[in-house]
C-alpha cells in the first residue's frame, strides 16, 4: 500500500532535519578539536625552547633547578642573593628530583617542565570528559564540552609554560570528579585537593564546593571528614615545610603576597573580563545551565566550583603581578556544566525532530529522555 504524499514529505522532512542536527553535532565537535589540536601542536613546538615562554617562568624554573641539584627551594629573599619560590614545592620536587634521576640538563629540565604543564592541560580536559559523563551528558556532549578548554586564549603559552597554574587545576578537577565517584570514601578527594594546594598555593576552589556540595546533598558525615581531614593534611604540610625551611616557607608562599602591592576591585574587574569575552561560549552554556532547574541540579558541584573560582580569580587579581593565568581555573570549571547544557540542548533539538503529533485518543507524548539517553 502507497504512502500518502503528505506522510512521505513528513517523512522526508524529518530525515532532512535529523541529517542537519547529525552534521551540527558533527561540527562542533570538529571545530573543538581542530583547535584543541592546533592547541596541541603549538605547545609541542615550545616545549624546548631557548628562551621563557612566559615572562614568569623564570622564578618556576629556578626553583626546579635548585631542587635538582640538592640545594635548599626557599631561601630568605630578603637576603642575597634576594631570590623568591612563590609556589609550593610540589612541581619543583617532581621535576626536579626526575631530572636528577635522568641526568638532564638544564634545557632538558626545562623542557621536562613545560611537558608537565601540557600533560596537565591534555589531563583536564579528559577529566572535564569524565566529569560530564558522571553528571549525565552524553559522549558526545561531554566532548564537545571537554573540546572548549583547550582552544581559549588564555590557554596560549600558559598551557605549556614552567609554572603550577594547569597542573594545579588538573589535580582539582581529579579531586572533584573523585568526590562525584567516591562520596563515601572522601579522604580519597582530600589527598588530591591537598596535592593542588601543594602546587598551588590558590586552589582552594574545590574543597570550598566540595564541602558545599556535600552538605547541601544532605551528606553532613562526609562534609565533615572532607573539611576536617583537608584542614588537618593542609596544616601538618605547612608545619612540616616551615621547620624544614627553616621558617622561609610561609615567607615565600604566603607573606611575599600578601605584601605585594594591591589594586583596587576596579582593576580586577577590568582584568577578569577576558574570561568573558573569549571565554564567553563555555561561560555562556554554564549561565544556561544554571537557569534550567534540570540541568542545575546535575551540575550543581561543577557550578559551585565555577563560583568558587570566579572569586578567588577576583580577588587575586588585585595583586600587581595577576596575569590572565588566574582566568584557567573558572574556564575548565565551567565547561563541565557547559557540557551537560550542550547534552540538554541536543537532546531538546533531538526530540523535536523527531517528534510526531500522537493520533488522536492515544494519550500523551511520553516524557523527555534524561541527560544521560543523549548518546
Known sequence: MRQPDATRAGIGRM???????RLAVA???????????????????TVDLVWPVTHPEGATIAAILRARDGQPVYQDFMQFPHVITPYPPLQPAVVGLTARALGLSIMETVGLARSLTLASALATTLLIWLAAVRLGAGRLAALAGAALFLPLPFLDEWGFAARPDVPA?????????????????????????????????????????ATAWLLLSGQRRAAVVFAGTYGLLAAGL????????????????????????????????RDIMPLFTDGWLPLGLAAVALAIPFVRRAALLPLLYLAATLALALYS??????????????????????????????????????????????????????????R
Open 169 to 209: 587545576v588538573a589535580l582539582s578537577l581529579a579531586a572533584m570528579l573523585l568526590v562525584l565517584v567516591q562520596p563515601q570514601r572522601v579522604w580519597l578527594a582530600t589527598i588530591v585537593a591537598v596535592a593542588a594546594l601543594f602546587t598551588k598555593q590558590t586552589a582552594v576552589a574545590v574543597p570550598l564546593a
Open 15 to 21: 530525515r532532512a532535519a535529523s541529517l542537519l542536527l
Open 317 to 374: 587579581l588585585r595583586n600587581t603581578g595577576g596575569d590572565v593565568n588566574y582566568l584557567i581555573e573558572p574556564a575548565a570549571a565551567a565547561c563541565v556544566p557547559a557540557a551537560l547544557t550542550i547534552g540538554w540542548l541536543w537532546r531538546r533539538a533531538s526530540t523535536s525532530v523527531f517528534a510526531r503529533p500522537p493520533a488522536l485518543g492515544s494519550g500523551p507524548h511520553p516524557p523527555t529522555p534524561s541527560l544521560a539517553s543523549g
Open 238 to 269: 605547612v608545619g612540616l615545610l616551615q621547620l624544614l625551611t627553616g621558617g622561609t616557607y610561609i615567607l615565600n608562599t604566603v607573606l611575599a603576597h600578601l605584601n605585594t602591592p594591591k589594586n583596587g576591585f576596579d582593576f580586577a574587574t
Open 27 to 45: 561540527c562542533t565537535i570538529l571545530a573543538g578539536l581542530v583547535l584543541s589540536g592546533q592547541f596541541v601542536r603549538s605547545g609541542i613546538q
